[in-house]
């Protein structure tokens, strides 16, 4: 969707994404920061480094995607990190959060640590530990959010149905 959001003019930063992926965009490290902050004090792959690379760019819209901002929005404080995080950089904010088929989520989390070499469980195995987590609990994940006065929150169903892309009908 590289092409789709350029019209617009929606950059994509290349900080926070993964050493092992960097033509995907996620910007996992970003996330990972706030979860992990003492894991990040170099500042070549945090909020510091993506302020440093936004100083060079025109675009007036930046996008930043990760799962794992979920993960960050669960905790106690989640979304007012981050959307602290991101206002430390920009005044205007808003979550976009698309909100996955969770059998989808369990397939991908499973292909993800099989490739990254996390894991040589069975898949029966694999959803045996993860049925029932809080990365698949859509209340755990979703409420923090909706209960935050910090956060514009906009929520784009993803039903996997590719007649429409959700991303092209948000915009």
């Known amino acids: 969707n590289r092409e789709v959001l350029a019209e617009p003019g929606v950059y994509l930063p290349e900080t926070g994404r993964l050493e092992f992926e960097p033509q995907a ?3 996992h490290h970003l996330g990972w920061a706030l979860l992990r902050p003492r ?3 170099d500042g ?3 909020w510091t480094a993506l302020a440093r690379e936004l100083e060079r760019v025109d675009e007036p819209v930046v996008l930043l995607s990760s799962e794992v ?4 929005a669960s ?3 989640g979304p007012e990190e981050v959307v602290e995080a991101a206002r ?3 005044d205007d904010v808003t979550i976009v959060y698309f909100v996955r088929n969770q059998r989808s989520l369990l397939n991908s989390l499973y292909g993800q640590r099989v490739k990254s070499l996390r894991t040589r469980d069975t898949f029966e195995e694999h959803t045996r530990v993860h049925r029932g987590r ?3 609990s859509y209340p755990s994940l979703l409420l923090p959010w909706h209960r935050s006065d910090a956060a514009r929150l906009v929520a784009v169903p993803f039903t996997g149905d590719r007649s429409e892309d959700p991303l092209r009908t948000l915009m």
């Open 134 to 136: 809080k990365l698949l």
């Open 39 to 41: 894991s990040y004090r």
């Open 25 to 27: 965009v996620c910007h």
């Open 44 to 46: 070549t792959r945090d």
């Open 69 to 72: 901002f979920s993960r960050v």
């Open 88 to 90: 430390r950089i920009c």
């Open 75 to 77: 905790t106690a404080r």
